[in-house]
């Protein structure tokens, strides 16, 4: 997003960065896109356009699709230029986002470090690092690997599973809810409920809602009883976030933390049961297990756009 129209054309038909034409967006929306499309429509969005190609996110809602590397560095790290306030959305000081989109609970303007420039972005990126750096990391791999052990036991003895209902999606919701010190029953309550904000549907802004109720609660329990958690961790950091900065924050690491990991476990279990080559480099040690992952994350990155 340009804080300033480009020296292009006003109405956002040339790119800010390259100054490329748009000549008809590319539907990144609708039921008939799935993941397992993206790579191919990547590459055929490179070869027509380069690194940065002309997209719809929604019906009558356009925009830039980064592809390449050195403009991703350039969009990210210039924010005098590109700001990471949706606020200075031109499309949306316009008026041309409807206030019902069910793209706003997702990339509508929240007091979190994602959506801030500046000293503010600073002040909070801050809070979550230091929240995070107070992680007891032996404590955690202790955790994760009792967590990881438990759910095989829960279906090793049925002779088949779904890997992904019973084991990935699974694993990274419990080690995140336990590190922002939620019970297992609110915790499930508040995956489902960040799962309808960020899916970009009409359920999206009924889902914000709840999310925003169940954090809520979390914070003021944690204000009257803070314990060894990230949410306490924030609540009591010397950048004095206030409650709405805080459950906005948590939105932002429980969604960076939890979807993206569901997708990197899913996907490198796929490959390992489909792939010979992988799997075979893989079990005769060719490839320790940190350096399949890898392999993974290059190839099939867990979030793609």
Known sequence: MSTQPPPFAADGSRCPVTGATASGPTALYGPDLDGDMMPALYEQLRAAYG???PVAIAPGI??????????LLQLTREEQDFSHDPRRWTLLREGRVPADSPLLP???WRPALLFTDGQQHRRMRTAVADALAGINGHELRRSVRDM???????FAGRGEADLVAHYARLLPMQVIIQLLGVDQHTGRALVEAIAGTVSATARSGDASKRMAQILLQLIDDKRRNPGDDVTSALLHHPAKLTDEEVLHNLVVMFVAGNQTTVNWIATSL?????DPA???SLTGG???VDDALDLVLWRFPPTQN
Not at 62 to 71: K, T
Not at 148 to 154: G, K, P, T
Not at 270 to 274: A, D, E, S, V
């Open 106 to 108: 997702m990339v509508g």
């Open 270 to 274: 796929r490959i390992l049961l489909c």
């Open 51 to 53: 690194p940065v190609a």
């Open 286 to 288: 060719h490839l320790s």
């Open 278 to 280: 992988f799997r075979s």
């Open 62 to 71: 356009d925009a830039w699709l980064v592809l390449g590397h050195r403009e």
């Open 148 to 154: 990881a052990e438990n759910l095989i036991a829960s």
